[in-house]
Each structure stands twice: as structure tokens, then as C-alpha cells.
T-cell receptor, first 112, second 114 residues
Framework: LAKTTQPISMDSYEGQEVNITCSHN???????ITWYQQFPSQGPRFIIQ???TKVTNEVASLFIPADRKSSTLSLPRVSLSDTAVYYC?????????????FGKGTKLSVIP | KAGVTQTPRYLIKTRGQQVTLSCSPI?????VSWYQQTPGQGLQFLFE???????NKGNFPGRFSGRQFSNSRSEMNVSTLELGDSALYLC?????????????FGSGTRLTVV
């Protein structure tokens, strides 16, 4: 089973760029790395997904190196509303089974 | 477009009882997956159903089971409840099987076992 590692918490001032890295030891060959955002009392919400190199959408960028053993979520110019927990999701396969492993989550606190 | 609906939102059960949770996916989505979220273990994958068949399963005991109906709605059942089963249970739907399609999560069912 894959193991993922991401920082437990991060603080940032409003307007700054925030980078959160998730490292993992195993990822299924054909699968994407996905990041989710979760607010209290809500289910996780899809942010961005990528396979390799860089992906950008209207809210974030995702950087994945060639070896695909990590990914970095980049949030440009964070605001107070970005205060949430961020999870990486890494699919992996082993012993003939397909597993989904979430990171433990990074609690981002944005300070005014 | 309606989101993923989970019922009930809150549930209190006694040790040894069984419980059934329900999930209605986004219209047109054929995959439903279930997750357990606790402060200690975080988000853990339970299983995924696609076209009424269980496709993938996490590392949970057989007390945890599920099913999916022809309209893609899904139920999860936990038998012989233990105190450690207290958690937020989340379901998610997607248009295809597997994480590559991206999941839309419901708000969860908060289960408390006493």
C-alpha cells in the first residue's frame, strides 16, 4: 500500500503564494495525482489533477516531476477563504488490487 | 444540477447494532465510492462501485459492505458496530471508474457509536 507524506499545517499571509508538497512511494502507472480541498462540515472538493509536468486551472497549479514520486500544489495569492485542509490523492496498485491513498491533509491557515 | 446527497446527516447507534447509509450520486454518474474519515486515520478508502459491481475495495473488515442499484444510488452497511466505527462517512460519485475522473463528494454522514 502506498504511503503519502504532506505537511500537517502551514500558515500564510493573504496575498502570498502557497506551495504544498505531497510525497509518495508508489503510484499506479496510468493514474493521475489529484488534490482536494475540505472545509469543516463539508466533503472534499476537487481542485486540480495532473499526470506529469505542470497543470494550471483558474484556482491552482500542480507540479509533478518526471519520476512522479511527489507533487506540489501551488495556490497563487491566497485569501482568507482558502483556509482549509488540502489532501493529495494517489492511486496505487499492488498485489493485484487498486487502492486509493489520501495524504493526512495539510491544514492551511491564511492570516490577514 | 443537484450534488451528491447523503442520508442521514447524523446517526447515533449502539455497539453491536448495524447501520445502513445512503448515497445518491450526481445524475449521470455511474461510479460511487465510499470513504471513512476520522481524526486519527484521516480519509480512508472503503470501496468503489461502478455499474452495480464492486470494482475496488480498501482494507476494511467484512463488516463493511455496500451495494449499488441500477439507478446508481448506493448504500453502505456496517454490521456489529464497534466504538471505533464512529466517523464521518463520505461518498463520492464520478462519471467513470477510478480516481482519474475526479470525485464529487457529498457532505457525509456523521456516525456516532455509543
Amino acid at each position: 500500500l502506498a504511503k503519502t507524506t504532506q505537511p500537517i499545517s502551514m500558515d500564510s499571509y493573504e496575498g502570498q503564494e502557497v506551495n504544498i508538497t505531497c510525497s509518495h512511494n508508489n503510484i499506479a502507472t496510468n493514474d493521475y495525482i489529484t488534490w482536494y480541498q475540505q472545509f469543516p462540515s463539508q466533503g472534499p472538493r476537487f481542485i486540480i489533477q495532473g499526470y506529469k509536468t505542470k497543470v494550471t486551472n483558474e484556482v491552482a497549479s500542480l507540479f509533478i516531476p518526471a519520476d512522479r514520486k511527489s507533487s506540489t500544489l501551488s495556490l497563487p495569492r491566497v485569501s482568507l477563504s482558502d483556509t482549509a485542509v488540502y489532501y493529495c490523492l494517489v492511486p496505487n496498485s499492488g498485489a493485484g488490487s487498486y487502492q486509493l491513498t489520501f495524504g493526512k491533509g495539510t491544514k492551511l491557515s491564511v492570516i490577514p | 444540477k443537484a450534488g451528491v446527497t447523503q442520508t442521514p446527516r447524523y446517526l447515533i447507534k449502539t455497539r453491536g447494532q448495524q447501520v445502513t447509509l445512503s448515497c445518491s450520486p450526481i445524475s449521470g454518474h455511474r461510479s460511487v465510492s465510499w470513504y471513512q474519515q476520522t481524526p486519527g486515520q484521516g480519509l480512508q478508502f472503503l470501496f468503489e462501485y461502478f455499474s452495480e459491481t464492486q470494482r475496488n475495495k480498501g482494507n476494511f473488515p467484512g463488516r463493511f459492505s455496500g451495494r449499488q442499484f441500477s439507478n446508481s444510488r448506493s448504500e453502505m452497511n456496517v454490521s456489529t458496530l464497534e466504538l471505533g466505527d464512529s466517523a464521518l462517512y463520505l461518498c463520492a460519485s464520478s462519471s467513470g471508474q477510478g480516481a482519474n475522473y475526479g470525485y464529487t463528494f457529498g457532505s457525509g454522514t456523521r456516525l456516532t457509536v455509543v
